[in-house]
């Protein structure tokens, strides 16, 4: 009788390991998580990685995402600040020999319960994190027919098994190749932000852009919860990104409800 096998995800990379060869019994899976990758583990096991060199890899990544590597937003009068999806993925690929996986563990109503899994082939470090997120009600194009719904609920299950997965990725990767990374990325899009000029004008220059497509100061005051005077980077580049989205037709200057500030899209 031909013996029930379990697939390797395809989360590596050339020379180190190939997934399509790689065949575990599935009842390994069923009993015990990490043993899905126990071959992979012992492939890799001679591997070494370089810290400067990931250090280095680690600070252009950041470099070249900018204001996409990370996310940031006021509440409560504190800022909330933390590394995207697309940043986390990014440095996975330059640590190297991490695989990972995200199961759902219970889906009723509006509750989504996931479970996502972590573990360094190279030194069998797991990590496992249950995510959980209460999924929203189709609005626009979304709501019009049942393909549309099932299309938007399938967008925010694959959003939150991305955050999950990038939650178990933070806490396996080194803090100091994140912290390198995130302070890269956060320099990236001050000067992107900036250019060579002041910070006043370049709040006075978003203001006037906006005018143009019909928005007033104070919608855009009201939308980061602040005052033109007191706008840093962060809020000048979050009103950025909603200059593309209005530039682009997304939503309009006499939209009731504007875009909720970004969190972590990527």
Request: charged share 30%.
């Amino acid at each position: 009788m031909k013996e029930d096998t379990f697939k390797l995800p395809d989360t590596f990379e050339n020379e180190w390991a190939k997934p399509q060869q790689q065949m575990i019994a599935a009842e390994n899976v069923t009993l015990n998580p990490v043993g899905r990758y126990a071959d992979a583990v012992s492939m890799t096991m001679n591997m070494q990685r370089d810290m400067k060199d990931l250090a280095r890899k680690a600070k252009v990544v950041g470099e070249l995402l900018g204001s996409d590597g990370y996310y940031s937003w006021r509440q409560g009068g504190k800022q909330i600040e933390g590394v995207t999806v697309s940043l986390a993925n990014a440095l996975r690929t330059e640590y190297r020999a991490l695989a990972t996986s995200c199961d759902i563990i219970k889906d009723e109503g509006n509750r989504i319960h996931l479970r996502a899994r972590a573990i360094d082939l190279v030194n069998g470090v797991y990590e496992e994190r249950d995510f959980y997120m209460n999924r929203r009600s189709a609005k626009g194009k979304f709501a019009a027919k049942d393909e549309e719904r099932d299309r938007w609920d399938s967008l925010q299950m694959q959003v939150a098994q991305s955050k999950a997965i990038r939650n178990c990725i933070l806490r396996i990767l080194p803090a100091w190749m994140v912290n390198t990374a995130l302070r890269a990325a956060k320099e990236a899009a001050s000067s992107q932000a900036l250019g060579k000029k002041s910070l006043d004008e370049v709040r006075d220059s978003t203001v006037k852009a906006f005018s143009e497509l019909g928005w007033t100061r104070e919608s855009l005051e009201e939308h980061v919860s602040m005052p033109v005077e007191e706008w840093c980077l962060d809020e000048i580049i979050k009103l950025r990104e909603l200059y593309g989205s209005a530039k682009r037709g997304e939503i309009q200057a006499t939209a009731t409800e504007l875009p909720e500030p970004k969190q972590d899209a990527k």
